[in-house]
């Protein structure tokens, strides 16, 4: 518990440290443009808020669940030959599911980019 208490309070410290010092060093601008959507001085034409589809952010969370599974697999590879039978059991349903999931997206067309 005390190492747990110890890496929270380090990541406070480092997070806080670093941006204490981005506010301290870092250049400053008074410019009235700095607080304008885009920096380039030239208007905006037309809407600035536009409706993105929502297959961007579908192909985005596909992304990251395989990301995340990437994430658990790896380590269990590395100790495959430790870990035994069961652990092999149990990353085959772990790779069916997200399988299922992935062939549940293909047939709602959420890997069609259009």
């Known amino acids: 518990m005390e190492a747990l208490i110890t890496f929270f309070l380090a990541g406070v410290v480092m997070v806080g440290g ?66 035994g039978l069961l652990a092999f059991v149990e990353a085959v349903i772990f790779i069916l599911i997200l399988g299922l999931g992935l062939l549940y997206a293909w047939k709602k067309k959420a890997l069609k980019w259009e």
Do not use: R
């Open 18 to 83: 670093g941006m204490l010092a981005s506010s301290l060093l870092s250049p400053k601008s008074k410019n009235p443009q700095k607080g304008e959507p885009y920096e380039c001085g030239v208007p905006t034409q037309g809407p600035t808020h536009v409706q993105f589809k929502v297959g961007y952010y579908l192909f985005a969370i596909l992304f990251l669940v395989f990301d995340v599974e990437i994430i658990f697999l790896v380590p269990w590879a590395v100790v495959m030959k430790d870990i």
